[in-house]
């Protein structure tokens, strides 16, 4: 016996026979809206990380003074709490170590916006291809 909502589904269709292509269009136009508004915060994103002054350490690809950005998503991704701990990396002012031994505060994200902060920990979390050593 079919569920209600598939019971629901026929008797729509059946009697609107307009309403299908009208949802298609809907749900076709609000995926095209939630790729837009994703590419939109990859780019506010990357606007806040370039304001703050993180690509003087960090590329995307490619490590520099500190790790490529895409290798501190392959390294943190797999932590249950890696949202949570990004965010503290780049708030805290916390202990870097460089490659040639010493010491400094990392530098803080340059917004006082915490859903800024979260913007652009969720676009390094979602960076492709990096390897963890």
Request: charged share 25%; with cysteine.
């Amino acid at each position: 016996m079919p569920t209600l909502l598939q019971q629901i589904a026929a008797y729509v269709t059946e009697q609107h026979d307009w309403i299908v292509p009208l949802v298609t269009v809907i749900v076709i136009a609000a995926g095209a809206s939630n790729r837009v508004a994703a590419a939109a915060d990859a780019v506010a994103a990357q606007d806040l990380a370039k304001a703050s002054g993180c690509f003087k350490c960090h590329g995307v690809d490619k490590k520099k003074d500190g790790p490529a950005l895409r290798d501190a998503a392959a390294k943190f991704k797999p932590k249950g709490d890696a949202e949570d701990k990004l965010i503290y990396h780049v708030t805290s002012g916390e202990r870097v170590k460089f490659p040639d031994g010493h010491e400094e505060d990392h530098k803080k994200v340059k917004t006082s916006d915490p859903n800024q902060t979260k913007n652009l920990v969720r676009w390094i979390l979602s960076l492709e291809g990096g390897t963890t050593y």
